[in-house]
């Protein structure tokens, strides 16, 4: 448990509605969103976070319009954009997908992307490892983690439980922050939170920057973690 990672997850909500406020489309606060995303990712590498977890499309956020869902498909113009991505690379800030990403219901061009950015930041000692959960489910995720674990061994330990999810190669959530007032987790890595610190704002995705995040780490530093003992 104690070791020198840092992960933040971040469950990024409230885009519809800081559309809604200023009478625009739903689709207008998402493509806000990589601006939030960029923000949060050069603070996260200046307060020496080293893995972040950033939630961008739910198993269940397929069933909301069909116009909402074709630009969510497109993470290229919303989450990530090209430039961004170039200074990502030369920051060796790798970027890393989970979920279901061999989905039939996933265009070939978002695959696509989804692949090259993987390997466009690949990199065998990064900074910050960002992971961004597309597609993905927490139910989902130990449910596939069960039947592979069924597959391959039989009365192993829940450490070798952990090595079948999708999320295998991150350590335990530290900190979870979730924008938009929402206190819930919505399905988000249900396995990984076990012992997560959790923050709630009310801060809409769209307005939150790289303050916020660090707002946040300074507020998680004080907590004390006991994971079922007592304080020292
Ligand atoms: C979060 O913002 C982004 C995604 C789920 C992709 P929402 O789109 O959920 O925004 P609200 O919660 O409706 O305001
Ligand atoms: C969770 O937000 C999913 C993402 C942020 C990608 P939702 O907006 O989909 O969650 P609910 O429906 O409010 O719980
Ligand atoms: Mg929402």
Not at 47 to 60: I, K, R
Not at 199 to 223: C, M
């Amino acid at each position: 448990m104690a070791d020198d990672t840092l992960h933040i997850a971040v469950i990024m909500d409230g885009n519809g509605r800081w559309a809604s406020a200023r009478g625009l489309p739903r689709t207008a606060g998402h493509e806000r969103a990589h601006l939030s995303v960029e923000s949060t990712i050069t603070a996260a590498l200046e307060c020496g976070v080293t893995h972040l977890s950033l939630f961008a499309f739910s198993s269940e956020n397929w069933n909301r319009p069909d116009e909402e869902v074709a630009l969510l498909m497109q993470p290229g113009c919303w989450l990530l954009t090209d430039e961004e991505l170039a200074s990502y690379q030369q920051r060796n800030i790798q970027i890393t997908f989970i979920g279901n990403l061999t989905d039939p219901r996933i265009p070939d061009a978002c695959s696509d992307w989804l692949r090259t950015t993987a390997q466009r930041t690949a990199s065998h000692n990064p900074r910050l490892r960002v992971t961004v959960a597309f597609n993905y489910g927490g139910r989902q995720e130990i449910a596939e983690a069960v039947r592979a674990y069924a597959a391959t061994s039989k009365g192993g330990k829940q450490e070798d439980f952990g090595q079948h999810l999708w999320s295998a190669c991150l350590p335990d959530i530290d900190l979870l922050i979730r924008t938009s007032g929402e206190h819930r987790l919505s399905n988000f890595m249900l396995w990984s939170l076990w012992y997560a610190e959790l923050i709630f704002t009310d801060t809409l995705w769209p307005d939150f920057r790289g303050i916020h995040l660090s707002n946040a780490v300074v507020e998680y530093q004080k907590r004390d973690r006991r994971y079922g003992t007592v304080s020292s």
